[in-house]
């Protein structure tokens, strides 16, 4: 559990602004992972990377944009372009595609 | 690309009966399945998980059924306590993971 973290908590946006969603892991993980968390649905997933310098598109991409330029992190942004940012955002890693994966402790993220 | 859909969206059982959620996939080719406990504003959490080659899971008052050929996997909690409450999800995983949408358990003292 507290190999990987999220910052901050909350977080509240005026709309239009471009927001980043900050995800580190320090448990050596290859892939990492970012779902959307709405109230009575499941996770559903935006981006992923299995790899440094890569990563993939998930189901809900639009609106949404990472990188990957260290193992350890997988920043999330969310931009303009969303048309429904407000949700809570976790971010899971996992040693290889397969395997296990680990939840941060989610961002919740407000947009007015 | 994989659905998964769950069952049923709320449960409320007495404490120290059983609870099952049941969960149906639609992609053969998923083979890894688990199931993720989440209290309140808190991250999930895993709390059990099973390989399609494997039928069945236990895990002391947590099991996990799979039946490969109809396409769906069932979690089983027995001498359920009030700390089992929260939501449960499923998950099946093809390229990715797929998640259910949620089943709230309450469980009554």
């Known amino acids: 559990d507290g190999g990987i973290t999220q910052s901050p908590k909350y977080l509240f946006r005026k709309e239009g602004q471009n927001v980043t969603l900050s995800c580190e892991q320090n448990?050596?993980?290859?892939?990492m992972y970012w779902y959307r968390q709405d109230p009575g649905q499941g996770l559903r997933l935006i981006y992923y990377?299995?790899?440094?310098?890569?990563?993939q598109k998930g189901d809900i991409a639009e609106g949404y944009s990472v990188s990957r330029e260290k193992k350890e992190s997988f920043p999330l942004t969310v931009t303009s372009a969303q048309k429904n940012p407000t949700a809570f955002y976790l971010c899971?890693?996992?040693?290889?595609?397969?395997?296990?994966?680990?939840f941060g402790p989610g961002t919740r993220l407000t947009v007015t | 690309g994989e659905n998964v859909e769950q069952h049923p969206s709320t449960l409320s059982v007495q404490e120290g009966d059983s609870a099952v959620i049941k969960c149906t996939y639609s992609d053969s080719a998923s083979n890894y399945f688990p199931w993720y406990k989440q209290e309140l504003g808190k991250r999930p959490q895993l709390i059990i998980d099973?390989?399609?080659?494997?039928g069945e899971k236990k895990d002391q008052r947590i099991a996990v059924t799979l039946n490969k050929t109809a396409k769906h996997f069932s979690l089983h909690i027995t001498e359920t306590q009030p700390e089992d409450s929260a939501v449960y999800f499923c998950?099946?995983?093809?390229?990715?993971?797929?998640f259910g949408a949620g089943t709230t358990v309450t469980v009554r003292a």
């Open positions: 990377s299995q790899i440094v310098n890569d990563f």
């Open positions: 899971a890693s996992s040693m290889g595609r397969h395997g296990e994966q680990y």
């Open positions: 448990l050596n993980h290859d892939a």
């Open positions: 998950a099946a995983f093809d390229y990715k993971l797929s």
């Open positions: 099973i390989r399609s080659n494997v």
